[in-house]
T-cell receptor, first 113, second 111 residues
Framework: DADVTQTPRNRITKTGKRIMLECSQT?????MYWYRQDPGLGLRLIYY???????NKGEISDGYSVSRQAQAKFSLSLESAIPNQTALYFC????????????FGSGTRLTVV | QKEVEQNSGPLSVPEGAIASLNCTYS??????FFWYRQYSGKSPELIMS????GDKEDGRFTAQLNKASQYVSLLIRDSQPSDSATYLC???????????FGQGTTLQVKP
């Protein structure tokens, strides 16, 4: 099994729908992150969490919310999806012990129509 | 000034040649630097990390760090077509633990 698992792998949803992307990890890392990747724009940080009680906004948090249900689980929600949220979404984890090097999940390709 | 500068490419090299990828960064206090490889539609995969000035070698890959010049590079020796991918450099942002990513350099290795 993968160290960092994202579900679903692919999702097509309609404008205005609420959608949740889930991330779980077995690495025992305390830090978790959500990024989106768009062609030509690179990886952009949406939200990050350094532990269960610590949630922080990244550079593009508008229109998104997150929940850290446990050390191993970090979910990203789009409250009311819009077409420009169509992107590839990655969850990542890290820890001090790994000098902060990230381990990425396999990604969720989200299309909002 | 962008926090991380990478030439987007594409960088094209013939099979068997040395590919040289470069990255400059703006955070003078950063202590950790990483190179990730990303195939199209896939997630980034960590291939090298470096924390001290100088060179670090791992198989066909060599990472080079010069903190005074705020410069990190990745050399790929004996390039193979399977090395064709986008290479992202990243550095740790101060003491926050977050990584700041460059936009990536696309490498094409031609048989």
């Amino acid at each position: 099994d993968a160290d960092v698992t994202q579900t679903p792998r692919n999702r097509i949803t309609k404008t205005g729908k609420r959608i949740m992307l889930e991330c779980s990890q077995t690495k025992g890392h305390d830090r978790m992150y959500w990024y989106r990747q768009d062609p030509g724009l690179g990886l952009r940080l949406i939200y990050y969490s350094f532990d269960v009680k610590d949630i922080n906004k990244g550079e593009i948090s508008d229109g998104y919310s997150v929940s850290r249900q446990a050390q191993a689980k970090f979910s990203l929600s789009l409250e009311s999806a819009i077409p420009n949220q169509t992107a590839l979404y990655f969850c990542a984890t890290s820890s001090v012990g790994d000098n902060y090097g990230y381990t990425f999940g396999s990604g969720t390709r989200l299309t909002v129509v | 000034q962008k926090e991380v500068e990478q030439n987007s490419g594409p960088l094209s090299v013939p099979e068997g040649a040395i590919a040289s990828l470069n990255c400059t960064y703006s955070d003078r206090v950063s202590q950790s630097f990483f190179w990730y490889r990303q195939y199209s539609g896939k997630s980034p995969e960590l291939i090298m990390s470096i924390y001290s000035n100088g060179d670090k070698e791992d198989g066909r890959f060599t990472a080079q760090l010069n903190k005074a010049s705020q410069y990190v590079s990745l050399l790929i020796r004996d390039s193979q077509p399977s090395d064709s991918a986008t290479y992202l450099c990243a550095f740790g942002s101060g003491n926050t633990g977050k990584l700041i990513f460059g936009q990536g350099t696309t490498l094409q290795v031609k048989p």
